[in-house]
């Protein structure tokens, strides 16, 4: 497994760099969409949606991705829109009010914790392709702390219910990998941000980060699978590698907003 994981790292992390930092930003749009629709079928086959629909809504869902690429923003008439269509296709498909609120769910929620929440990372590509490398490099950086440090010392659950492999010794790694990833990314890309800052970035993301992962994990056990998918050897699917990473784009994004006003 360790194996894999290796293997797979050290052949995509260096694509992954030069893809973000030399190439169009096109190019990450593409990218972006094309994790967006992968991630989102995910989800929506671990709830067991069928096949064709997954497809079509998760082809819906690149569409805020687009929009912010075009406006930097997402309308809050086209969040109105896809919920409506939700919510009217249930009404007129299935003509029965039975599991109303259990059918409609995956699709509305598929599609605010996954394109709308990577919508972000065109936010960060707007500031510097940096910024994106940096929020990947860090949030890796702490899972990969969790995992090993986890793994050697970890004896006491962290949430138990949700990820019962999670410790909190494997947490507290997971923060102290961020602040230092945090620090020698700002080092290496020339940061003028503060020590102070760029600490308190990195403590921030270490802990959204473990939320974020703890939340597919919830999803996960209550769909009973184990990973989202088995696109990456030894890394499951999409889905499960950018968990932690769909509610620490926001976080990054708005704190380097309010940390260079």
Same mark, same amino acid.
């Given at each position: 497994?360790?194996?894999?994981?290796?293997?797979?790292?050290?052949?995509?992390?260096?694509?992954?760099?030069?893809?973000?930092?030399?190439?169009?930003?096109?190019?990450?749009? *593409?990218?972006?969409? /094309?994790?967006?629709?992968?991630?989102?079928?995910?989800?929506?086959?671990?709830?067991? /949606?069928?096949?064709?629909?997954?497809?079509?809504?998760?082809? *819906?869902?690149?569409?805020?991705?687009?929009?912010?690429?075009?406006?930097n923003d997402i309308p809050t008439s086209l969040l109105v829109t896809?919920?409506?269509?939700?919510?009217?296709?249930?009404?007129?498909?299935?003509?029965?009010?039975?599991? !109303? *609120?259990?059918?409609?769910?995956?699709?509305?929620?598929?599609?605010?914790?996954?394109?709308?929440?990577?919508?972000?990372?065109?936010? *960060?590509?707007?500031?510097g392709p940096q910024m994106v490398i940096f929020l990947c490099a860090?949030?890796?950086? !702490?899972?990969?702390?969790?995992?090993? /440090?986890?793994?050697?010392?970890?004896?006491?659950?962290?949430?138990?219910?949700?990820?019962?492999?999670?410790?909190?010794?494997?947490?507290?790694?997971?923060?102290?990998?961020?602040?230092?990833?945090?620090?020698?990314?700002?080092?290496?890309?020339?940061?003028?941000?503060?020590?102070?800052k760029t600490s308190l970035i990195g403590i921030i993301l270490g802990?959204?980060?473990? !939320?974020?992962?703890?939340?597919?994990?919830?999803?996960?056990?209550?769909?009973? /699978?184990?990973?989202?998918?088995?696109?990456?050897?030894?890394?499951?699917?999409?889905?499960?590698?950018?968990?932690?990473?769909?509610?620490? !784009?926001?976080?990054?994004?708005?704190?380097?907003?309010?940390?260079?006003?």
């Amino acid at each position: 497994m360790h194996t894999k994981r290796l293997i797979v790292a050290s052949i995509a992390l260096p694509i992954f760099y030069c893809y973000v930092m030399y190439l169009h930003r096109g190019y990450f749009l *593409l990218l972006i969409c /094309v994790m967006s629709f992968i991630s989102q079928t995910e989800f929506l086959a671990m709830y067991k /949606v069928k096949e064709h629909q997954r497809y079509f809504f998760s082809l *819906l869902g690149i569409i805020p991705i687009c929009m912010t690429y075009k406006y930097n923003d997402i309308p809050t008439s086209l969040l109105v829109t896809m919920v409506a269509t939700v919510l009217f296709g249930r009404l007129f498909v299935r003509k029965h009010p039975e599991n !109303a *609120l259990t059918d409609v769910a995956p699709y509305i929620i598929s599609f605010l914790y996954i394109p709308v929440m990577l919508s972000y990372f065109v936010k *960060l590509l707007f500031i510097g392709p940096q910024m994106v490398i940096f929020l990947c490099a860090v949030i890796w950086g !702490a899972d990969s702390f969790a995992l090993y /440090v986890g793994k050697a010392i970890g004896k006491r659950k962290l949430y138990k219910q949700m990820s019962p492999n999670k410790t909190i010794e494997g947490a507290i790694a997971a923060i102290i990998g961020a602040i230092l990833c945090c620090l020698l990314l700002r080092a290496y890309f020339g940061l003028t941000m503060s020590l102070s800052k760029t600490s308190l970035i990195g403590i921030i993301l270490g802990v959204v980060g473990i !939320a974020g992962d703890l939340v597919e994990s919830m999803f996960k056990r209550d769909a009973n /699978v184990k990973d989202s998918g088995s696109l990456l050897p030894g890394h499951g699917g999409i889905l499960d590698k950018i968990d932690g990473m769909l509610f620490s !784009a926001p976080a990054l994004y708005h704190m380097l907003i309010m940390f260079t006003r």
